[in-house]
């Protein structure tokens, strides 16, 4: 304790005396179920029965699994990535910035992820399962890719593989396209702009000549073409 004399709790004897006991029995070659039942007890001590631990482990995993199993069935695209050197700070940097845009970001044991996979429509290979995983995603397919590749720019730690848009397996240069499209909520404020254009405007263009109007559609039709 801070400014006072340290003074051993009974726990930390208890665990003392039980880590001496342990290490004479290892002393002996035959040390029989008196040892196993020492070991046992120890480790009761330290955190619960081995039983009791591996159904707790268990229990978490089920739930894990379960909450990425939703998260796929809800989501417009997930991306796929490694972050190997990816720091602390600059991992809750890009957590931050997902929220804030409304996608997500979880780094995932793979063997769970893969499990969660079964039973949505995801097209996913499981080959990008592997090494430091960790997945983005987003109701607005664009959102998530839009924010990964952002962050790539300034962290090249960070390993865009590929992903999935419903039943449509994404490679990197699909994942690359999605991050330049824009995304729903600049379409919205696009249409909106269209929306208002000033009624005069829209009177001008209606009342121009029709063979004008023709020539206007026309060259807009090659342009398509051209591109």
Known sequence: MCGGRFEPSGSVLFMGRAVRQLW???????????????????IFYAGGSPNRREAVDKSRKYEFV????????????LVVAHYATINVA????????????GAGLKVVKNRLARRALQGTNLDVSSDLFEGPTLIAYSVDPVIAPKILFSFTKEHEALVILGGAMGST?????????LAELPSLDELRGRLLGIIQVPAIRVACVTQAPAAQLARVLNAYANKEDVA
Do not use: I
């Open 169 to 177: 397996f994404l490679d990197y240069s699909a994942v690359k396209m």
């Open 66 to 77: 379960k909450e990425l199993h939703n998260v796929f069935l809800n989501t417009g695209v």
């Open 24 to 42: 004479c029995s290892l002393s002996f070659p035959d040390w029989g179920g008196a040892g196993v039942r020492l070991v046992q007890s120890v």
């Open 90 to 101: 600059q991992m809750t940097d890009l957590r931050c910035r997902m929220r804030e845009l």
